[in-house]
């Protein structure tokens, strides 16, 4: 019930503070960072809750109980190497405390991300609480700490330091090898493409799921050594192959929002809206290559997919549509 109600007044907070713009500027800070607080509260003291926190209290009891050095256990149970670090790290402390800690990591760079943002403050904030926050921060953690990780690498992207970029991706990587695929927005930094061509690129990336053969391409990818072909070879065999045509399907229609409002407010579209929305389609791209196996579609573009929250942290203005002539 309380996820519910952090929903409903989340979305009365943004359409208050963003849309209306009611409120001084402390004000809004106060209450920005008390529903930031309480977020991560909710991270930080739940039991029994998210989607993967019964399999991570047996794994915290196997690993620390274990004589195996964290290489070997990595091997051993397919987790990152980095997270089995964390766990270790608390190897004499309980599972509730090491809980507290990786929801420290993975919701409050996040949120201070977003605060840092100069932009709809708490759209973003709900934007991130419906989406990112209850699938990643309150479940899939070492993913949602990976994603942490990654916002800190956007400003050697920015300044074009490919070192210390590809090192902070290493880094996310090791907490979660999805990560890796951050790397492919190096190449779209700075390009501002036409409507056109995001329009064509949509359309076929409704038609790749009709045309490719996604399971001959992961049979490719298993040729690769190391983490990619454990990674692959584990999600294909483990989880059903299912079609993800529906959520592909919507966020296109997000992504034509966000075309919508780069073609009409161009003075508004810095360079860091173009970043995020190449980020954005490079989601849409990935996903419709790996249309047949859910898990990879979904969990391997999270890193790109989160950028819409920024996206709509530029697009949430009052005077949005109101279209000049």
Same mark, same amino acid.
């Given at each position: 019930m309380i996820y519910y109600s952090i929903f409903v007044i989340l979305f009365v907070a943004a359409f208050i503070f963003d849309f209306c713009k009611f409120g001084q500027n402390k004000i809004q800070q106060t209450i920005f960072w008390i529903f930031a607080f309480i977020i991560f509260l909710l991270a930080a003291f739940r039991y029994e809750t998210g989607y993967d926190y019964v399999s991570y209290k047996n794994m915290f009891a196997f690993i620390n109980n274990s004589s195996e050095n964290i290489v070997n256990l990595s091997n051993e149970i397919n987790i990152e190497i980095g997270f089995?670090?964390?766990?270790?790290?608390?190897?004499?402390?309980?599972?509730?405390?090491?809980?507290?800690?990786?929801?420290?990591?993975?919701?409050?760079?996040?949120?201070?991300?977003i605060y840092k943002i100069d932009k709809n403050k708490f759209l973003m904030l709900f934007c991130y609480f419906s989406s990112i926050f209850l699938t990643y921060d309150m479940g899939i953690v070492r993913q949602g700490i990976s994603l942490s990780i990654i916002l800190f690498s956007i400003k050697?992207?920015?300044? &074009?330091?490919?070192? =210390? /970029?590809? *090192?902070?991706?290493?880094?996310? $990587? #090791?907490?979660?090898?999805?990560? @890796?695929?951050?790397?492919?927005?190096?190449?779209?930094?700075?390009? &501002?493409?036409?409507? =056109? /061509?995001? *329009?064509?690129?949509?359309?076929? $990336? #409704?038609?790749?799921?009709?045309? @490719?053969?996604?399971?001959?391409?992961?049979?490719?990818l298993s040729f690769?050594?190391?983490?990619?072909?454990?990674?692959?070879?584990?999600?294909?065999?483990y989880y059903e192959q299912t079609s993800i045509i529906f959520s592909l399907f919507k966020r296109v229609i997000i992504m034509i929002i966000f075309i919508y409002y780069s073609k009409h407010k161009k003075n508004d579209c810095d360079r860091f809206f173009w970043l995020s929305i190449n980020a954005y389609i490079l989601s849409i791209i990935f996903m419709s290559i790996f249309n047949n196996v859910a898990i990879i579609a979904t969990r391997g573009t999270v890193s790109l997919y989160m950028f819409q929250i920024i996206c709509f942290g530029y697009i949430g203005k009052t005077n949005f549509f109101l279209i000049d002539a």
């Open positions: 089995i670090f964390l766990m270790r790290l608390f190897k004499y402390y309980s599972f509730n405390l090491f809980i507290i800690f990786i929801s420290f990591l993975a919701v409050i760079p996040k949120i201070y991300f050697y992207l920015l300044n &074009k330091n490919i070192a =210390k /970029f590809l *090192l902070v991706i290493i880094i996310a $990587s #090791l907490f979660h090898s999805t990560s @890796l695929i951050f790397i492919f927005l190096y190449i779209l930094k700075d390009r &501002k493409f036409s409507t =056109k /061509f995001y *329009l064509l690129v949509l359309v076929i $990336s #409704l038609l790749i799921p009709f045309f @490719l053969n996604t399971s001959s391409l992961i049979t490719s690769f050594k190391g983490i990619i072909q454990t990674k692959t070879t584990y999600y294909t065999n």
